[in-house]
């Protein structure tokens, strides 16, 4: 019999999100068993919906909204998408600059898939969104993980970044506000990585999908109004400030000089071409869902449900001996580290099922984010006080005498 082999560009793509730890966890929830899942940044399952001017809007727009739109998406939320990045300082930004799709996911294979070639490298952060590594691979790249280091409050090391820059490489993704690790990168910081950039005439892909889920009074900076000198493409979406993950609806905008980039632009437009349109009821929502875009969200300010549930889990996890984490300030996510030498932990998949097993919690091991030592895992902080508090629990009773192997 003819086997079928899935495409070699697969075998090194890791995709723990939805591996085998969260199959084991479906098994088990099919048995009847009661699983608290941390581990999928999707805020409509644990109550914290989109508002409902949204859906009003979805709803009002369906009839017209029944056909293709242009490849591009809708001219009036293009419109909005480039107001927005005009309002965070990126000059020149027009609706021809961009490009609407399903989700930013669809962006990230889109952009990726137009680039590269057989061999090239893209300088991608570890810890990362998985998703980014695995369409460099997809599109035939290299992904180069440079560090983002704990001690500094998992900023960017551009020692690192800088080292690993070779005569292949092609672009640099940044992830700010990050997942997994819910950092959010100072000015200064994302100025030194456009000066790589810049050095090294690089391309810049900044996935700003966290950009408006901040606390402690911080400020995002988008990476492209500080290089108005280098092309660099932003991506967006609904899926995490208005809670619309289920919509799919994303963009990606391009800022900087066009000139050396026309053919990669001609790539682009082929591909969106390609795949027709994006989903054009999701697309109408965008004017009005960045009417209001430089409000804060209330879930995000002190004596809101994600703030305080932030302070809590951190506190928590902190206070359980051989765990510690740095506390986030952006998402909802925390990525608490484990001391391995404590634990005896020499493989994180295998922490992550035997605490599924045991406690019931469902995580995803570091290495589902590209992170190569197994010492740390993501917790989804978005269920409610409560689930967290079992959380915590269910941590502290497991940890207090398990030794792995
Ligand atoms: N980028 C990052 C950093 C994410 O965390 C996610 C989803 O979790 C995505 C992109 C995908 O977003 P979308 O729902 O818009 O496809």
């Known amino acids: 019999m003819r086997e079928f082999l899935k495409s070699s560009r697969l075998k090194d793509v890791y995709y723990d999100i939805r591996g085998a730890v969260v199959q084991e966890a479906s098994r088990m929830s099919e048995a009847g068993m009661d699983i608290l899942k941390l581990n999928i940044g999707n805020p409509a399952p644990f109550e914290v919906y989109a508002p409902e001017e949204m859906l009003e809007t979805m709803r009002a727009n369906l009839k017209v909204t029944e056909g293709y739109s242009e490849s591009n998406g809708l001219l009036a939320s293009r419109e909005a998408v480039a107001a927005y990045c005009r309002k965070k300082g990126i000059s020149g930004m027009t609706a021809k600059d961009v490009y609407l799709g399903n989700g930013v996911s669809e962006m990230i294979l889109l952009a990726m898939q137009a680039l590269l070639s057989e061999g090239d490298e893209v300088l991608v952060p570890a810890p990362d969104y998985p998703l980014w590594t695995a369409a460099v691979y997809l599109g035939g790249g290299n992904p ?4 983002c ?102 963009w990606m905008a391009l800022s900087g000089p ?95 099922l035997d605490l599924l097993k045991q406690q019931r919690i469902l995580i995803v091991q570091g290495r589902g984010f590209n992170w190569a030592e197994p010492d740390h895992f993501r917790i989804v902080y978005l269920p409610e006080m409560s689930q967290l508090e079992r959380a915590a629990e269910g941590l502290r009773a497991f940890l207090a005498d398990y030794r792995q192997g």
Not at 229 to 241: A, E, H
Not at 296 to 302: T, W
């Open 258 to 352: 066009k000139e050396s980039v026309k053919d990669y632009i001609e790539g682009l437009n082929m591909l969106a071409s390609l795949r027709l349109c994006s989903n054009v009821p999701a697309q109408s929502l965008i004017p009005k869902a960045l009417e209001h875009a430089e409000e804060p969200d209330p879930l995000y300010l002190p004596g809101g449900r994600i703030y305080e549930q932030r302070n809590f889990i951190w506190q928590a996890v902190n206070d359980i001996p051989g765990m510690s984490a740095v506390k986030p300030s952006a998402a909802f996510y925390l990525f608490p580290k484990l001391d391995t030498k404590r634990f005896c932990i020499t493989d994180d998949e295998q922490f992550a």
């Open 149 to 250: 280091d704990e001690q500094a409050d998992w900023f960017p090391d551009l020692r690192d970044l800088r080292r690993k820059v070779t005569d292949r490489t092609k672009a640099i993704v940044l992830i700010n506000p990050n997942n997994p690790t819910g950092a959010l990168y100072p000015k200064d910081v994302l100025e030194e990585i456009v000066q790589v950039a810049r050095e090294n005439e690089l391309l810049l892909f900044c996935d700003e999908i966290y950009d408006r889920l901040l606390m402690d009074g911080k400020i995002h900076t988008s990476v492209a109004s500080l290089a108005p000198d280098v092309f660099t493409v932003t991506l967006n979406g609904l899926s995490k400030s208005h809670r619309l993950a289920g919509y799919r609806c994303g």
């Open 144 to 147: 180069v993980h440079y560090i």
